[in-house]
């Protein structure tokens, strides 16, 4: 299947390679023309322009961007609103706010557009492992994109559900990026949880402690411990496992946290709707105070957050 990609970074790139790896065609632009060249030794088609991404397309068009939330996707969508025609589809997979979905999607029906969100979750580990995919839209558009969902996906046993393969049509537009908003705040908590745990395994040699009390642990052989048969395994333990057996003092992060935007949707929606949710809104606090004075909980957060995502941290205010 041919679809356009627009924003070929740390996601986007590892998308397009692991669409092309099974057999789709890809077309891709970046503002930055190398990223697209790049793209096509690969075995893509890179575009210069919008413009040239669009007429090489064969109609009825998919173009999926994957560019920064906020103003550049806003830029990109009204940009493709005018370059594209009736029938054609435009799918958002960054990090977008739902009831950006909602209006944007009303705009481009207006221009007989179609309009899908799709939380992507998987960061830089999605390329081998597979992206989970939650769509929101239109079911008879989710339906036409199944083959690129399905290629994205990490994939399961033929005639299973779409869930059960690691992606899904959620509901209308709107209703795929909230379950990523979601997702993303309970992806808060867990991380929170696990880092609070390392700190108190870390300080128990503390001095201040009676001999009999102190374990001077190894925690880089207890986190990969917990990852087998442990029921508190996960991907997020398989990065922190990673991290802590490079360096267990995590020397290489300051623990300033940052937070991209869908953690606070989250609480804010709690807050909106009087829907009790202490532990997320605790984790996404705790984000904000690590940027005024850290700790080794921090650390473990931004090694995370680095392994999984390949988020770099900022320097502390």
Not at 131 to 139: A, H, K, R, T
Not at 269 to 292: K, M, Y
Request: glycine residues 12%.
């Amino acid at each position: 299947m041919q679809i356009g990609l627009i924003g070929l970074g740390r996601m986007g790139a590892n998308i397009a390679r692991r669409l092309i790896g099974r057999g789709h065609s890809v077309i891709g632009f970046d503002e930055t023309m190398a990223a697209a060249q790049t793209l096509a030794s690969e075995g893509g088609t890179a575009a210069k322009s919008l413009e040239a991404l669009v007429e090489a397309l064969t109609p009825p068009r998919n173009v999926w961007v994957m560019v920064p939330a906020g103003e550049p996707t806003e830029k990109t969508i009204e940009r493709l609103a005018i370059l594209l025609k009736p029938g054609d589809a435009i799918i958002d997979g960054g990090n977008t706010f739902w009831r950006d979905d909602v209006r944007r999607a009303k705009a481009l029906k207006a221009r007989g557009l179609h309009h899908l969100d799709a939380g992507t979750s998987g960061g830089v580990l999605g390329r081998e492992a597979g992206y989970c995919l939650m769509i929101g839209g239109e079911p008879e558009i989710a339906k036409r994109l199944a083959p690129i969902f399905a290629a994205m996906a990490p994939g399961g046993e033929r005639g299973t559900s779409p869930a059960t393969q690691g992606w899904l049509h959620v509901g209308p537009n709107g209703a795929g990026h909230f379950v990523k908003m979601i997702h993303n705040g309970i992806e808060y908590g867990m991380m929170q949880a696990y880092a609070e745990g390392f700190q108190i395994l870390k300080e128990t040699d503390a001095a201040a402690l009676p001999d009999d009390e102190r374990f001077k642990l190894d925690i880089a052989a207890i986190a990969e411990l917990w990852r087998h048969g442990s029921i508190v395994s996960s991907t997020l333990l398989d990065v922190t496992a990673k991290a802590l057996q490079g360096d267990t003092d995590l020397k290489e992060f300051s623990g300033v946290v940052e937070d991209t935007g869908e953690g606070r949707w989250t609480v804010q929606t709690a807050v909106e709707r009087a829907i009790p949710a202490p532990v997320l809104t605790t984790a996404l606090f705790a984000r904000f105070r690590s940027r005024r004075e850290g700790n080794f909980a921090d650390k473990v957060i931004s090694a995370m957050r680095k392994g999984f995502g390949g988020h770099v941290e900022a320097r502390r205010k």
